[in-house]
């Protein structure tokens, strides 16, 4: 009896040990499938890439950088009327360009402007027009205020001259509020053109005359 309880015992010895060989070799197996990270969760599944932060673009080549928005005055262009001659109709107004010479308005000038005199007509048959020159003041010019400037064909830049308030050179008209069809001329004085110059656009800036479109005249030069 008592040698039969020695193998009984002999074997459930044996047993155990096999089983718990068996339950380290799969605790190993299961390790080595599943590595613990430095945080100390498994990777469940390690063919998932980590999606890239909010600012790392380096991990996709399909991946955008939004640019800053502009602001809404400096993404707007201004709208351009191209003149065909020398004349710009609307129905309440008439610019007509009468006369293009290179000449100074007064003696002691060092230079000589190219003279551009416009005729400006009020059409409206009942309500008044309030021209205002597209001659500048030099008091309320500003560094990012555009204005009315000549281009020459070979693209040169000719700025319009300023004035002086209440000083307009001869021929100038600053402001005035014309009766219905009444009519007058304003002469703009311009940088002095190269000798060489054949053909000019004038640049003029647009206003609530033009609806707050550039007209942009294509002259021959005299």
């Known amino acids: 009896m008592k040698y039969q309880s020695h193998i009984k015992m002999f074997i459930c010895m044996i047993m155990v040990t096999f089983i718990s060989f068996t339950g380290c070799n799969k605790s190993t197996e ?3 499938n599943n590595p613990v990270t430095d945080s100390g ?4 599944d390690n063919n998932t890439a980590a999606k890239p932060l909010i ?5 996709s080549s399909d991946e955008t950088t939004s640019e800053p928005v502009k602001d809404a005055e400096t993404q707007k262009e201004n709208e351009v009327l191209n003149v065909v001659g020398t004349v710009y109709k609307v129905n309440n107004m008439l610019i007509i360009i009468t006369d293009i010479k290179s000449e100074k308005p007064v003696d002691d000038m060092d230079e000589t402007p190219l003279n551009l005199t416009l005729r400006i007509s009020n059409k409206d048959p009942e309500n ?8 500048p003041l030099d008091s309320e010019l500003s560094s990012n205020k555009r204005v009315s400037h000549i281009q020459d064909d070979q693209g040169t830049i000719y700025p319009i001259l300023l004035a002086k308030k ?5 021929g100038q008209v600053l402001q005035k509020k014309l009766k219905p069809g009444e009519a007058i001329k304003d002469v703009l004085l311009f940088k002095e053109l190269k000798p060489d110059t ?5 640049y003029l800036v647009g206003s609530e005359m033009t609806d707050h479109k550039d007209l942009v005249f ?5």
């Open 198 to 202: 054949k053909r000019i656009k004038l």
């Open 41 to 44: 969760k498994n990777d469940v």
């Open 128 to 135: 008044e027009l309030l021209y205002t020159s597209w001659t």
């Open 218 to 222: 294509n002259l021959q030069v005299p």
């Open 55 to 59: 600012n790392d673009t380096t991990n």
């Open 166 to 170: 209440d000083q307009p050179y001869a």
């Open 30 to 32: 299961t390790a080595k």
